[in-house]
Antibody, heavy 116, light 110 residues
Framework: QVQLQESGPGLVKASETLSLTCTVS????????WSWIRQPPGKGLEWIGF???????KYNPSLKSRVTISVDTSKDELSLKLSSVTAADTAVYYC??????????WGQGTLVTVSS | QSALTQPASVSGSPGQSITISCTGT?????????VSWYQQHPGKAPKLMIS???KRPSGVSNRFSGSKSDNTASLTISGLQAEDEADYYC??????????FGTGTKVTVL
């Protein structure tokens, strides 16, 4: 079955770069678009952006200047980098498969806390 | 790109039907039949319940149904059950390959 697993540091210092990896198994990474979505504690979901295995990306305009999403097809991994983080970037970060404007499969999520 | 508007909370008794609204604009919900709905239990990842406004994925109970009118999408849960108590989020395509989520609704089964 399709499984997604996020990994990365759970604590990042303010002004530094948050880096996360999502490992995909059970499906070819070329089968879907892949998205990152985040959820601050006690708050709603926010779309961060997506990538296609071809390298095509699209980012949320509110984060565009700080976000980079990339994919490594040889490892079936996608990654997220968010620069110049602040406390407002503290959230659970999810990776999810995207197809026809729906998110079928989600990782379990990983909490990233930005410390001052 | 503003979040879609959902009521903060909706409640109902077991067996009843409830409807959650999701209001957007003519640039997102009003322009596309591409609204999806997600159920999220505490500490868990969201789960797809409805896609493309009305389509139910395999394995999702037929007690869940979706609809749309103008700039507002709706999720109806019929025959409310205790296990339906969760947070629900809508999401819409917003054009230019961008997406926007709703503010979220907490469903309480009384």
């Amino acid at each position: 079955q399709v499984q997604l697993q996020e990994s990365g540091p759970g604590l990042v210092k303010a002004s530094e770069t948050l880096s996360l990896t999502c490992t995909v198994s059970g499906v070819s990474i070329s089968s879907y678009y892949w998205s990152w979505i985040r959820q601050p504690p006690g708050k709603g979901l926010e779309w961060i952006g997506f990538i296609h295995y071809s390298g095509t990306t699209k980012y949320n305009p509110s984060l565009k200047s700080r976000v980079t999403i990339s994919v490594d097809t040889s490892k079936d991994e996608l990654s997220l980098k968010l620069s110049s983080v602040t406390a407002a970037d503290t959230a659970v970060y999810y990776c999810a498969s995207s197809y026809s404007s729906r998110y079928d499969y989600w990782g379990q999520g990983t909490l990233v806390t930005v410390s001052s | 790109q503003s979040a879609l508007t959902q009521p903060a909370s909706v409640s109902g008794s077991p067996g009843q039907s409830i409807t959650i609204s999701c209001t957007g604009t003519s640039s997102d919900i009003g322009s596309y039949n591409l609204v999806s709905w997600y159920q999220q239990h505490p500490g868990k990842a969201p789960k797809l319940m409805i896609s493309e406004g009305t389509k139910r994925p395999s394995g999702v109970s037929n007690r869940f149904s979706g609809s749309k009118s103008d700039n507002t999408a709706s999720l109806t849960i019929s025959g409310l059950q205790a296990e339906d108590e969760a947070d629900y989020y809508c999401c819409s395509y917003a054009g230019s390959r961008m997406y926007v989520f709703g503010t979220g609704t907490k469903v309480t089964v009384l």
